[in-house]
Nanobody
Framework: QVQLVESGGGLVLAGGSLRLSCVAS????????MGWYRQAPGKQRDLVAS???????NYADSVKGRFTVSRDNAKNTVYLQMNSLKPEDTAVYYC?????????WGQGTQVTVSS
């Protein structure tokens, strides 16, 4: 199976930046898209950004121009650079990998943006 381990969350002031990382290990062959979702208390888990193995990206409208997703295929790692953070970005951020028809999830990392 595949394991995903996230890092880089924390507490930041509005307007600040954070960089999330997610390393995939195990049966990583066959992973196509990787990306990030987030879930705020009482809300559903929503896509933030994703990137395919070929480098095609997709972003939620709410983060376009502020967040950048990137990927190092050699290191099996996906990153999320988050700039100009807003209090409404506060959520648990989950790394996701799509492999052979299956969604795989990390344990989540908390991002808190204070005003």
């Amino acid at each position: 199976q595949v394991q995903l381990v996230e890092s880089g969350g924390g507490l930041v002031l509005a307007g600040g930046s954070l960089r999330l990382s997610c390393v995939a290990s195990g049966r990583v062959a066959g992973i196509n898209a990787m990306g990030w979702y987030r879930q705020a208390p009482g809300k559903q888990r929503d896509l933030v950004a994703s990137i395919t193995s070929g480098g095609s990206t997709n972003y939620a409208d709410s983060v376009k121009g502020r967040f950048t997703v990137s990927r190092d295929n050699a290191k099996n790692t996906v990153y999320l650079q988050m700039n100009s953070l807003k209090p409404e970005d506060t959520a648990v951020y989950y790394c996701n990998a799509y492999r052979l028809g299956w969604d795989i999830w990390g344990q989540g990392t908390q991002v808190t943006v204070s005003s």
